[in-house]
């Protein structure tokens, strides 16, 4: 698998601003081959600074699925109204990716009362 973060440094008073243009967004994820998963997480307010940490999470099954992402139209689309909000950042949003080395997931309380 393959784990995409983007991090954002939003200003304290815009974070409200910042996780609605989240939801209202049209990613269209769900329509790429090898998409898992998408999670927008909140992350401490640095008070110092002045700004609240939020990642944008995805997992796609290859490199290669998310990078076809990278050059769809539901890419373009989705990103197309990106600077023309109300939300304060400070720098830009920090790409990060991994490769999955080793992991474990929780198996669902159906699945462990079958097996």
Avoid: C
């Avoid at 990106?82 to 490769?99: D, I, M, N, R, W």
């Amino acid at each position: 698998m393959y784990v995409v973060m983007n991090r954002f440094k939003v200003k304290s008073g815009s974070e409200e601003a910042f996780e609605e243009v989240w939801r209202n967004r049209e990613s269209r994820l769900d329509e790429l081959d090898g998409f898992i998963e998408f999670q927008l997480l909140r992350g401490p307010l640095n008070e110092e600074e002045g700004y609240t940490l939020f990642a944008s999470h995805t997992i796609w099954e290859s490199r290669e699925n998310f990078v076809a992402w990278t050059k769809s139209e539901q890419f373009r689309r989705s990103h197309a109204n990106a600077g023309q909000t109300k939300v304060s950042y400070l720098g830009h949003p920090q790409l990060e990716t991994f490769e999955t080395v080793e992991g474990t997931r929780l198996k669902s309380q159906k699945q462990s009362a079958t097996v």
